[in-house]
C-alpha cells in the first residue's frame, strides 16, 4: 500500500487552514474573549465578595440568635427558679396558716372546755348549796335548841341565793 504524500494528507491541510485562520484572526477573536472572560472573572469575584458578606451576615445573625437563645434560657432558668422559691415560700405559709389555725381551734375548742368545767362547777356548787340549805332547813325542823337561832338562819339562807347569783353572773 502507498501512503499519500505529506501535502496529500488532509489532516496536514486542516491543521495549516487552522494556524492560518488564527493567525489572521486571532487578535481580533482573542481581545473580544479575553474581555469576555475578564467580565466574567469580574462578576465571579462580584458574586464572591457579596457570598463573602451575605456569610458574614448570617454568622453575625446567627452569633446574636445564639447569645439571644444563651440570654432567654437564662432568664428562663431565673423565673424557674423564682416560681420555685416561690412555692416553697407559699408552702411554708401555708403550713404556718395551717398551725396557726389548728392552734386558734385548740385554743377555743379549750376555752369551751373550761367555759363548761366553769358551768358543770357553778351547777355543783348551786345543787351543793340547794342540798346544804335544805339540809340546814331539815336539822333547824328537827332540833328544837337551834330554833332560837332562826333568825340567824333565815338571814345566811337569804345571803346564800344573793352570794350564789352573784357567782353565776360571774
Known sequence: MHEPGF???PRIWVAVAFVIFFVAFGRKLWVPLVGMLDRRAAAVRAELAEAQALRQQAEDIL?????GRERVLREAHEVLENARARAARLAEEAAAD????????????LDRIRAAE???LDEVRTAAADV???????VLR???????DTDLVDRSIAGLSAALASKRAA
Open 118 to 120: 366553769k358551768e358543770a
Open 63 to 67: 452569633r446574636e440568635a445564639r447569645d
Open 7 to 9: 501535502f496529500a494528507n
Open 98 to 109: 395551717a398551725v396557726a389555725a389548728a392552734a386558734r381551734r385548740e385554743q377555743m375548742a
Open 142 to 148: 328537827e332540833d328544837p335548841a337551834l330554833a332560837g
Open 132 to 138: 346544804a340549805v335544805r339540809a340546814a332547813e331539815q
